[in-house]
């Protein structure tokens, strides 16, 4: 087997053992990244030589007897909405395309702490607002089961690098599926952590209220050992919760006898692809034949969280991107006066889905239609809390697919954006309630694409959802765990 073909833990054992050195591992990736990344194009920016540089410290360290984090010297991508010291962060967008920050993200200085080598910045939709990443200022990134079709959104880029084999770790950002959709597209676990679990320092916002950092990996373990790096207060992050925070490895092969899981009804409509629920209820029973007590539960208020969700979302965003104007920093598109110019600026910078979301949300908080609109939404995600309150009376942990169909074609939903907001249907209402919630892979449909289930747990308990991950990983029947690239020249990389 390949190095870029093992999985973080695997690569870790091996730097344990001084059977392999970081920049071995790293050169491994930046290979596979030029051989595969132009047909998949999940890169904003690369960052070879960081990476080596990094690597080739960590060696030095390790080699003169210093006591390393288990991932110190395995590499890592992070998607382009976070921001990195002296190098470029976009978030995909016209409007930041030369934008250089002046410091690192909070989870970003954690990845340097301990040593883990950076191979670049990954594309996504435009100040994360997508499901599909084409709405990337930049390009479309691709799926690599299949290159027809699109990754999801708005972390696509990646999800795309750990399925394909260019980084064994990712991180991204989950505002209202942006993590778990892209996993269950492309065949990975994706932990969307409780919010305030993770410093969003740093993080160029979207929607504040409901934007959180979570990884990408191939393996719970993988995730668990990156959660662990990651997670934790942060006193320059006010929405930080000072929770203490568990080891997540430990804990991780214990069985799930007297588990009480409930199937959420609306994440298993007979409206979705039938393989997708199948796929969701094989799993389910996996965990009943090993002692789990399993029951349906209801959701009430699901039905109104999309329109929660794209009243809430869009309004947070109105306000949040009303810094770019052109005069502080990032594009500035001159004008003869001052209206001009802020005009001029946002007209070329933002895109047509970044403008959308923007009128939305300026029309819901605008006078006469506040309480109409945001209020009421608001109302509606106290209700939908509620909902998740009275659940976890009775159930240890939820369960549904994660999305409704496998990954759809690219420009299939593009001219209809009402079908794109749908696609995040199951990923909405543990959003609005600030749950944590992970996709785990669950099969592959007959079209060969990968499908997910998800599991949302109470706050704060991501080590429950990586426990039954693993469980899972254990017990089901075995899935290929990366795509064979097709690539254009002929052949099955």
């Known amino acids: 087997m390949k190095l870029y073909e093992k999985t973080a833990a695997d690569l870790g054992r091996l730097f344990q053992k001084k059977e392999v050195s970081a920049v071995e591992v790293v050169r491994s990736f930046l290979d596979r990244i030029e051989k595969v990344e132009p047909y998949l194009k999940a890169f904003i920016t690369h960052t070879p030589a960081m990476a080596l540089e990094t690597a080739n410290e960590i060696d030095n360290r390790r080699m003169s007897g210093e006591e390393l984090h288990p991932l110190a010297g395995v590499p890592i991508a992070i998607k382009d909405n976070m921001c990195t010291e002296g190098l470029r962060t976009t978030c995909a967008s016209r409007i930041l395309e030369n934008f250089i920050p002046p410091y690192d993200a909070a989870v970003v200085g954690a990845l340097k702490r301990v040593g883990m080598p950076l191979l670049g910045k990954t594309n996504m939709d435009e100040f994360a607002m997508g499901s599909s990443t084409e709405n990337s200022a930049f390009f479309t990134t691709r799926n690599p089961w299949d290159r027809e079709r699109v990754p999801g959104g708005s972390s696509g880029g990646s999800a795309v690098v750990v399925s394909a084999g260019m980084a064994p770790l990712a991180l991204g950002s989950d505002t209202g599926g942006s993590i778990r959709q892209p996993a269950s597209f492309c065949g990975l676990i994706g932990l969307r952590p409780t919010y305030g679990r993770v410093s969003r320092y740093g993080l160029i916002a979207f929607a504040s209220s409901l934007d959180q950092i979570g990884p990408f990996s191939l393996t719970a373990l993988d995730g668990a050992l990156l959660m662990n790096i990651i997670a934790g207060y942060d006193p320059l992050d006010s929405t930080s919760l000072p929770e203490s925070v568990p080891d997540y490895p430990l804990g991780l092969e214990e069985d799930v006898k007297k588990l009480r899981i409930g199937i959420i009804r609306q994440n298993v409509s007979k409206d979705f692809d039938p393989e997708v629920t199948a796929a969701v209820m094989k799993l389910v029973s996996i965990l009943e034949e090993n002692g789990a007590e399993i029951d349906e539960v209801s959701l009430p208020l699901t039905d109104y969280g999309l329109g929660a969700y794209y009243l809430i979302a869009p309004a947070e965003a109105s306000s949040n991107l009303g810094r770019y104007d052109g005069v502080r920093y990032g594009h500035n598109a001159g004008g003869d006066d001052i209206e001009s110019m802020f005009s001029r600026t946002r007209g070329e910078g933002f895109g047509p889905e970044v403008k959308r979301r923007i009128m939305i949300g300026t029309y819901a908080l605008s006078a006469g239609y506040f309480d109409a609109f945001y209020l009421q939404a608001m109302k509606v995600r106290t209700l ?59 099969g592959l449909h007959s079209n060969g694409l990968p499908m997910g ?38 052949g099955l990389q």
């Open 384 to 442: 939908i809390r509620r909902d998740y309150a009275i659940a976890f009376n009775r159930f240890d942990l939820l369960v549904g697919a994660t999305t409704p169909t496998p990954a759809f074609k690219i420009g299939e939903k593009t001219d209809d954006p009402l079908q794109m907001y749908l696609s995040d249907i199951c990923n909405i209402t543990d959003a609005l309630a600030g749950l944590p919630s992970l996709s785990v892979p669950s």
């Open 453 to 490: 289930t998800q599991l949302t747990a109470p706050a704060f308990q991501e080590g429950l959802l990586f426990k039954v991950a693993n469980f899972l990983e254990q017990k089901r029947d075995p899935l290929p765990r990366w795509p064979r690239v097709e690539l254009p020249e002929g």
